[in-house]
């Protein structure tokens, strides 16, 4: 344990309500320490998508702070995750990334373990050897709708059963376990991962650095302080928005909000009209693949995003899917990775354009990146001060800390209880 | 507070005067904790010159640590400096550099500031939201005849009026005001501060290393161990800085030494002779620039030399000027800026060759970085012990670390009684 | 002192024999600090072959952490080490390398020593100042039959003498003292250095990783676990090393194992026959060099090797000899540096190739480091958990372990009490 609990128990409780954090929470290594281990080492973290594996021995890793894990497809078709450590002597058995593979060996000395992480074969170990004792450390795996979330703790959290039949009449119908990736980006961004966190959910800043996102998006979406000036654009966006819901609900698509964000197994949910067109995230707002998502045959289903705390968000269209991870690597740096997806029949080329289906959010992503590194450029500074949310678009982003925050001190209870 | 204030007090108790400092001051976190909060937390510290930034909203910045700090020129023509942190939630306002603005807006919610630092327009906050309650964090600013110094505590230390008085006499002559900067140098030398300081204070390492600078400067101008062989030379130096001085007063210019180096707000000067023409320092001891600087018309008045704690020196001459400052990055790392100022009028190309006006110092500036790297290097080692310094030729490096040491032991006493 | 001696003991206590190290080992900074006073500060490490300094003023430097060390060869034909540290303000004398010089003479003020470290000269220090007591400071250094070994320690751990005693009949016939060094290599792998050395002490890894390494050497040379598939070989093996040491005694040529890895001046020695012709390490397994070493004359002598605690490994043939160094840099870097050493009459292009000399193991070093570097990837996961060691093929890692940590617990006996 790298952190002090009392002293950032007496940190938690200098946070006031309605402010940005104090600097320590986006700047110390103490800190970091303890976001790994009661965090991202207890709750439930979102990874990846199944089709990122569709065949038996399709691996991805996840690097998690000096973690490493490997998703990997059983011969049975289930998903498993084990730790990336060798049981002979620590060695890293694949390298980061992707690939597939028949039994996973280590390159040290060939200790070889097949797809349910049992160690199969080694050499010169002795006749009276355990292999049974040495399989590779098992990680908790669950499957959303082919989100795939895992869980580093021996015991993991409650909540995903309820988000899990929340969230199902949602996203099935989306149907991501017939889809493909398209195209997956990984991003490193020289920030917290808070940081990151919270620029994900406000939209405060979008309109004047997003002009990409702010053409699908509806700006009034997310947020918006009322006034004479807006009142009459407020009230047509309420009624298109009671219209579109009224319309998706006769084809039995849910749509009105969830908002679980400070359960254990935080998460949020709202299908939401797009602008123009109406139909996806992209630059003309209609679908950039033909070969529509499951059942569909109306492309004019919005966007439907899925929120999920500590590190996830995800667009669901008509036509494709974005998904949105973020995992740290250290206090000042993160990885933000990013997949679309589509149809698995859809064809490059012909049903989609890989830089028409990608352009809206490669574009976001970048801007991003910019601003949540000049925002941990100026927190670095000790003249930096927790400054006030905003009450009409930044609800959401005190929704996190709160959560975060709570999250921590239950860690920090079970810690010195 | 990284630091511990008991630790760092015994460890100043271990320093024996003389010698060079123990290991710890010039490698430690610690120590450069200290050094941000107690020296250049709680001193003037030069950062630019008023030509940096002539024009309304003309600014620069300055990182000092993880701390930036923004100077701009304000509609009334006076300099003021900000921290460059937005009071929302903490973004960096504005990219480390210099440029010119009409008002400082952060690029992150489009918080707008005038350059007062009054938060002027700011959207989605309430009807209720108390602008008044955050502009931006004002640090103290003074200019002594143009040279720009700020102090980060909020009640700055004693000793600035004074200096000012006694300094402005030696300064305003040469008009630094009418001034523009014909050419600035960044360097980061990866070497404590402190070594960096300490190198400005001797020129026992020049014969040997600083071809270039040896020919305007006097040999004996820095100190020298007496002895039969160079007795004669000495003699003549005396003579020749008698005649000098006697030569400047008649002009009214005040060249005589001041060195309150122990004070507060330390400080040192002299109007020295240079060599071979004795005009300035370039190659062939002419003047650089044709257009000589305030009212001079003889270009024959030696250098005046401007020197203060913590962080700058400065060379005025009668046709440019070379004014240094030193800003800790890390405990290791360290900005030497150095800016070449010569008449507001002078034409680059026709009063002065640019290549011809910086070359003495942009190579003396290359040998002093390998010098103090090298001497950090050699510090890093378990075998460095502490070495006696020359009486007669680093006695200002002795006065450095004894006001250093005197200033931190100060601060250390605030911090813990 | 950066480590916490009480908690360090603690750790030690934590080993279970016959298994990896605990995680701290390998990644902690205090662990590291303790390894380079009380491993590398308090035993004889190897530095370098006293070919690489021939002629009067011939030097060499080593970086040992933040330590720099100078070998350099006196008028008198001695190595002698000292710190490369001046005793003015501790400047680095020499940059790191090699080179030869009249006098050691600081580049910052000219302080001037002699090849017997004695400051011969320096300026300025006035005419009562003490040059017999400002020398380098000196550092213990042997040399076994060419091999040079430094002590940083005031007074040297006992055994030198007794090691020396016993490997000179072994090494003296090789005649290294008469060779040149061909070529060197410094290699920097990302890992904590015991993972090199432990990579060092087992040929588990051979067979998967080093096609090349595998050509010379023996497949059972280092340990095999017996069984039906293999009896026949193994026997075969003992045959050929029975018959082959009985060959190479009589030609007055040592070569039983001797094991000392457990005395504070820890080695082992044997010498072992080679795969093929049985000659060298190269690819064909014939002599790399038509110029034997010493006084040979039959090029088929097998492989000599000699192995010391902490840091070092040797091959000796008869054709030419490799020498490997481990220099920890920091907690999770380390050089490894490689020398191949012929006969100082041979000539390149003519009596070696040099490409056809270094092939084995500039390959091999490549492989090793890659290996080490994935172990370390992986150590460094919380799931990481020390795995047993396998009997047959990795006792000799376990001597490194247990040796590693008697030396520690040792140290930290001296510390506290």
Redesign the interface.
């Known amino acids: 344990m790298h952190y002090d609990a009392a002293r950032l128990s007496k940190l938690i409780a200098t946070r006031r309500p309605g402010y940005?954090l104090p600097?320590p929470f986006y700047l110390s290594d103490a800190v970091f320490h303890a976001d790994l281990e009661l965090i991202f080492?207890r709750h439930w973290i979102f990874i990846g998508v199944e089709p990122e594996a569709p065949e038996p021995g399709d691996y991805f890793t996840v690097e998690l702070g000096?973690?490493?894990i490997i998703a990997v497809r059983g011969e049975d078709m289930r998903m498993r995750a084990f730790?990336?450590?060798?049981?002979?002597?620590?060695?890293?058995?694949l390298?980061p990334g992707r690939g597939d593979v028949g039994n996973i060996v280590c390159?040290?000395?060939?200790w070889t373990y097949n797809l349910e992480g049992n160690l199969a074969h080694n050499?010169?170990?002795?006749e009276h050897?355990d292999r049974c004792a040495?399989g590779l450390?098992a990680v908790h795996l669950e499957s959303l709708a082919g989100l795939l979330f895992i869980c580093l703790a021996d015991t993991p959290p409650v909540g995903f059963a309820e988000m899990r039949a929340l969230m199902e009449p949602y996203l099935l119908p989306h149907d991501l376990a017939r889809c493909k990736v398209a195209h997956q980006v990984d991003i490193v961004e020289a920030a917290n991962w808070k940081l990151t966190m919270?620029n994900n959910r406000e939209c405060?800043?979008c309109r004047?650095?997003h002009p990409q996102l702010t053409v699908p998006l509806h700006e009034f979406g997310f947020?918006?302080?009322p006034g004479a000036d807006n009142q009459a654009k407020l009230d047509a966006f309420s009624e298109l928005l009671a219209s579109e819901h009224a319309r998706w609900q006769q084809a039995a698509l849910p749509c009105n909000e969830i908002e679980q964000l400070q359960a254990v197994t935080g998460f949020r949910t709202i299908r939401l009209p797009l602008a123009g067109a109406g139909e996806s995230h992209t630059l003309d707002t209609k679908a950039a693949s033909r070969k529509l998502l499951g059942e569909f045959s109306n492309a004019r289903l919005g966007g439907l995003s899925f929120w999920t705390q500590p590190n996830s968000w995800h667009h669901f269209m008509s036509d494709h899917i974005v998904s949105f991870s973020v995992v740290p690597l250290d206090a000042r740096s993160t990885l933000v990775r990013t997949r679309w997806l589509v149809h698995q029949d859809a064809v490059a080329g012909i049903d989609y354009d890989l830089e028409r289906l990608t352009a809206v959010w490669q574009a976001t992503n970048m801007q991003d990146k910019a601003?949540v590194e000049?925002?941990n450029?100026?927190?670095?500074?000790?003249?930096?001060?927790?400054?006030?949310?905003?009450?009409?678009?930044?609800g959401l982003v005190e929704k996190f800390c709160t959560w975060y925050l709570a999250r921590l001190a239950t860690g920090l209870g079970n810690e010195v209880q």
């Open positions: 940005s600097a080492g000096p973690a490493s730790h990336n450590v060798c049981r002979h002597r620590g060695s890293r058995l390298a390159p040290y000395h060939q050499e010169h170990m002795g050897f040495h450390r919270e405060y800043h004047a650095n947020g918006h302080q601003l000049r925002a450029e100026g927190i670095g500074s000790p003249a930096y001060q927790p400054g006030p949310f905003s009450p009409y678009t930044e």
